[in-house]
């Protein structure tokens, strides 16, 4: 069942563009985390929150920035993508830090 | 620096035999652990915990053991299956507040 859901699933697009991933759960989880992952690689934490207004740098450097306005909602935003942007981005939550993770499907995103 | 890592980037079995995924992990801090299976286009998904205070755990067809004389984490999969192709990760969470670092990543491939 799919209680945190990601779009689009797919996305080609040129360089410079400004991208926005969406992100929704429907679980009331506090905390969000935003995850890069090249195929069949490890997860690299770019973005977290512990809640609404929070927003924390994860442990990758990531040109991107994120917002949480609503606790169901924490979009990453990417100003003016790039070839080196090409990855897939992973969203989850959990209840609190400590507790598993519930990930969505990802966005593929490919920059030309 | 302290990680979270895989002995074996891929794990090929004939289907019905048993499956043996191994973890390393180097902070002896580290006191709860989860296994995750991604399959192709999906995101992450829980399969089993452990916290710190416990050498095994079992669940359907799975097992998680933890090692911490050895800092060692394995997850069994009993009479392997094809839809159990797919790839592996383990997480490691190092204490309240502290988010999961994950490891790389083991495939699982499933032998007909």
């Known amino acids: 069942e799919a209680d945190i859901y990601q779009t689009p699933r797919y996305l080609v697009i040129g360089t410079g563009k400004k991208i926005t991933l969406e992100c929704s759960q429907t679980m009331g989880h506090d905390k969000m985390y935003w995850y890069q992952q090249d195929p069949g690689m490890e997860l690299h934490l770019i973005h977290y929150s512990y809640g609404v207004n929070s927003t924390e740098k994860g442990d990758l450097s990531s040109e991107s920035t994120v917002s949480r306005i609503r606790t169901e909602h924490f979009p990453l935003t990417l100003e003016s993508a790039r070839p080196s942007h090409t990855s897939q981005y992973l969203c989850a939550s959990s209840e609190a830090g400590d507790q598993p993770q519930h990930f969505g499907d990802g966005t593929r995103l490919s920059i030309l | 620096g302290e990680s979270v890592g895989l002995h074996l980037p891929t794990l090929s079995v004939q289907e019905g035999d048993n499956s043996i995924i191994n973890c390393a992990y180097s902070?002896?801090?580290?006191?709860?652990f989860i296994w995750y299976k991604q399959e192709s286009g999906k995101g992450p998904q829980f399969i089993i915990d452990?916290?710190?205070?416990?050498d095994k755990r079992q669940g359907q067809r799975v097992t998680v053991l933890l090692n911490k004389t050895v800092k060692h984490l394995s997850l069994q999969i009993a009479a392997t299956q094809p839809g159990d192709s797919a790839v592996y990760f383990c997480?490691?969470?190092?204490?309240?507040?502290?988010?999961?670092?994950f490891g790389p990543g083991t495939r699982l491939s499933v032998l007909p």
């Open positions: 452990i916290r710190s205070n416990m």
């Open positions: 997480a490691e969470n190092r204490g309240y507040g502290q988010n999961f670092v």
């Open positions: 902070n002896s801090a580290s006191d709860y």
